[in-house]
Structures are given as structure tokens and as C-alpha cells.
């Protein structure tokens, strides 16, 4: 049994992600990672960072990305292809830059995909997610933000990056230019896997988080962004008040120890909330506030009247 680990990034040190931490975090795990690696700015140092893990298992692919020929975040979905069609192995582990495994669940999920290796029924593997936000001492459990994902894929010919590179699908007759395509398009048949992906996209400082997303809302909305918006303007991301989080009370994977010591914003969170007119964060908003308690009370946290782009399957 082989498994490649796979993932796309572009100007990650610029954008304060850990993706050296990411790629370690699986690299025992994996026979090769392979990584679509963009035209990173000229004040960005992601190659230099990936270059420093000086593993013979990292195979880097340069590329030049196009947002706007792939618009509405659908260009990560493309680097997510281009990257999975240089992996070789049986499974197909992705993980984006801000997502990363803790050691403990490695022989877990060796041993779930050697378990299923001979089971052509399931497609792909499926992960329970721990969203971070703001610090690393609180994470969200909101109906607004997906409990679990699809995370490994068998290696076939057929299943493809989807929409803006969250998840994937089967799509029998691809273009390969329209990643939002749904007819025509199946979803994967999964299997649980006991382990967590631990999700630190939205756990930076508050100027490296307004400038990612920035950044983000860039690549998804292109010329039609609105730089005259408050939200945009401002210097500093407002993560608003954390009071309301889950504490974390696990451990963290070791590979973050050294980005976790370098933590050192405290003192601007919760500070004057609100400072600018900005949109409520979707877990802020009253519906998904209401959800989240039902969800919380009386279902265990299990999430209802949510999309599942996946089929999953009693193994």
C-alpha cells in the first residue's frame, strides 16, 4: 500500500500559514507529498520554508495561477488537480496549508487505509474537523462551519478538486474548467476515519488575518471586490468577542509547538469589539446562533439541514 500526501499553496510565509507544519505533520505517514506551488510574490519565502524539511519525499510542481480564468475560488480547486496528477499512491491524503494532523491519530488512519485498500466501494475517507479561531485556546462548534470532510481519495482518474477546493467529487466527464460543475457530477462514497484534522486558518496575527483575507476574498471575487468596504479597509482583522468559544482543553500536534510559542497578539483580542462597521461572522449571525444551541442541547452536536457533499457508508 502507498500513500501521497498532496496540497496547493501560494505565498504561505507572506500569508502567515503553517505550512511547514502542515506537511510535516503527515510526512511520516506518506511515501511522497507532492506540492503545486505558485508564483509566489517577491517578499514571500514558501519554497525556502518547504525547501527547509530536506525530505527526498517532496516533490515540488511550480505553477503560475489564474484567477481570472478561474474565478470564485474555483483556481484552488485547480492547483488541488494539478497537484493530485502527480501523486502515485493507492490513497491520496490532502491537506491545505492551514490543516494539519496530530501525531496520535498517524496509525489510525494507516490502519483504516489499509483496512479499506481492497474495498473499491469506498471512494474516500472522511475527517471530523476542530476549527480554531483567533488563538489556539478556543475553537468553534457552530452549525455555520462544516463538522467533517473528505481528506483522502482513492487514486482515480475520475474524482476531482470541487468548487473551491474544500472537498471532491467524482466527475466522470470533467473539462477541467468548471469546478462548480454538478450535473454529471457524483458524490464520493466515504468511509469514517477516527481522526481529526485540526484547522488553523483563522489563528493568525490581526494584521496577517485582514491581509489574508483580503487576499481570499480577492481570489473569489477578482475586479468585483469592493475595496471602499469597511471590513477591506481596515488594518487589523476584528475576530470579534471569543468569550462565547469552546475552550480547548486536548493537546496540540507537536509540529506546532514552535508556531504556538510565537503566539503574541492576546492583548488584541476582544479589544473594542466592533471598532469598525464590519459584517457579523457567520457563526455570529442570529439563525446559525439558534442552530448551533439546538444543535449543541439536544443532538449532541450533531449538525441538521446541512449540505453534505458526500455519501457515507456503514465500514
Not at 505565498?11 to 503527515?26: G, Q
Not at 484534522?197 to 493568525?204: D, I, K, L, N, Q
Amino acid at each position: 500500500m502507498k500513500i501521497s500526501g498532496f496540497t496547493m499553496v501560494r505565498n504561505a510565509t507572506k500569508l502567515y500559514y503553517p505550512v511547514k507544519e502542515s506537511i510535516l505533520s503527515i510526512l511520516p505517514l506518506v511515501d511522497e507529498f507532492v506540492i503545486a506551488l505558485g508564483n509566489c510574490d517577491e517578499d514571500d519565502h514558501t519554497l525556502a520554508e518547504i525547501q527547509s524539511i530536506q525530505s527526498e519525499k517532496i516533490k515540488i510542481i511550480h505553477t503560475t495561477w489564474n484567477t481570472l480564468q478561474y474565478a470564485n475560488g474555483s483556481e484552488y480547486a485547480h492547483q488541488t488537480n494539478i497537484a493530485k496528477a502527480y501523486c502515485s499512491g493507492d490513497w491520496l491524503f490532502y491537506l491545505q496549508s492551514d490543516e494539519v494532523i496530530h501525531e496520535k491519530y498517524l496509525p489510525v488512519i494507516h490502519e483504516r487505509c489499509r483496512e479499506l485498500l481492497h474495498n473499491t466501494s469506498v471512494e474516500g475517507l472522511l475527517f471530523e474537523y476542530v476549527h480554531f479561531w483567533g488563538d489556539y485556546k478556543h475553537y468553534l462548534q457552530s452549525h455555520a462551519w462544516y463538522a467533517n470532510e473528505i481528506r483522502i481519495v482513492r487514486n482515480l482518474p475520475d474524482i476531482h478538486s470541487w468548487r473551491d477546493a474544500q472537498s471532491f467529487r467524482r466527475i466522470p466527464k470533467f473539462d477541467g474548467k468548471d469546478f462548480f460543475q454538478k450535473e454529471g457530477s457524483f458524490k464520493l462514497k466515504v468511509a469514517k476515519v477516527d481522526a481529526k484534522v485540526f484547522h488553523y486558518g483563522w489563528v493568525r496575527p490581526p494584521h496577517y488575518m485582514q491581509t489574508k483575507y483580503k487576499s481570499f476574498i480577492r481570489d473569489y471575487k477578482g475586479d468585483r471586490m469592493n475595496d471602499s468596504l469597511a471590513e477591506y479597509k481596515a488594518t487589523e482583522f476584528d475576530y470579534g468577542s471569543l468569550d462565547k468559544l469552546t475552550p480547548f482543553k486536548g493537546s496540540h500536534p507537536l509540529v506546532m509547538r514552535e508556531m504556538i510559542d510565537r503566539f503574541n497578539w492576546q492583548e488584541k483580542l476582544d479589544r473594542n469589539p466592533g471598532r469598525y462597521m464590519r459584517e457579523k461572522h457567520k457563526h455570529e449571525r442570529f439563525k446559525n446562533r439558534i442552530l448551533s444551541f439546538f444543535e449543541k442541547k439536544f443532538l449532541n452536536g450533531k449538525q441538521i439541514f446541512t449540505f453534505k457533499n458526500y455519501e457515507l457508508l456503514d465500514v
